[in-house]
């Protein structure tokens, strides 16, 4: 299973540089989501990530296409409130595109549209959304039997959580504060790592 | 001289179109410089701007470069904070550039760097600035002698200090929350326009 880490949009260019450094070796895919940075901040993210050894191909920038655009970077993930999958995909065929879905409908809809990947959450209670029901593991079972494109499950993915999740053609996780704001988001992620790991070893003893 | 109206970022989408609607016919560029509001809600500003007779040609996007791209609209503004001018004159030569500036220095290095236009500001106290001493008139007239592109004022600018900038070959005024947020937008915009004419007329007669 793919884990994606998501940066939370609370730390600065510093700290947030610093942690993913130290981790990129162990995830699939960090998502670079920052509503209230500038254009420069976000590009002096890329840049020291680059430099020190991310691989671009594991960037994913939330919501900027012209970031991703104009620096190369091969994947964006689009919120709901951003643009039409159609349009981007037209604009640059060879982007991967993947999109924030909160519904069966809006999964099958954004498959259709040529979605590359759909997130979809938040599946257990989360810090980050305290006044919305989550929307449960059953929800999240019935998108991945629905689509072909692989489904990304976030919200509130802890170690202890993570085998409820499994037999059910998942495509990874994604998670956010559990890792970028733990004092040891190397030991956090291991602790995912090793809890997905388990999940894979017992779906295939059964 | 050129008068552009740039948004506040403190209306909802239907006030704001409503307000452009009354006033694009009198104005020469509309910025978009709405830094809270998701990219759908841009993108319907603009939406319903070109479904009631808004020209493209009159629309500037601030900031959101892919907005531009993926709409085709022919001009972007780029605060400091933004992409570096040449990166994006390279992806897209066709593109108008405006950048906002703040002292001669910066001036004449957006010039270098190919910009198109300059927004240099603030001339006079603003509300919007209310800790920031505004940069005076002397700097305006020192920017408009040093560089070849056209150079916009910004800042307090209401009729009554328009005379203020008379002489010293300024290409046009841009105003914001004065016309933008003005009980009578059409009003506010006709009293500059008469307050630019005169001071064009003095000028010609002396």
Known sequence: ????????GKQTVCELTKRIVMIHDEVDYIHIREKTKSVSEILEIVSILLNNGVPKSKLVINDRLDVALLHEIPNV???????P???VRRMNPDLRIGRSVHSLQEAIECEKAGADYLLFGHVFPTNSKPNLAPRGVQQVAGICQSVRIPVIAIGGIIPN???KLSGMNLSGIAVMSYVIASDNPKNALQEL????VEVRNRENTV
């Open 77 to 83: 993930h689009l919120p709901g409130h951003s643009f």
């Open 85 to 87: 999958i159609e349009k």
């Open 193 to 196: 790592r090793l809890s997905l």
């Open 1 to 8: 299973m793919e884990i994606h880490v998501i940066s939370d």
């Open 161 to 163: 959580n993570i085998p």
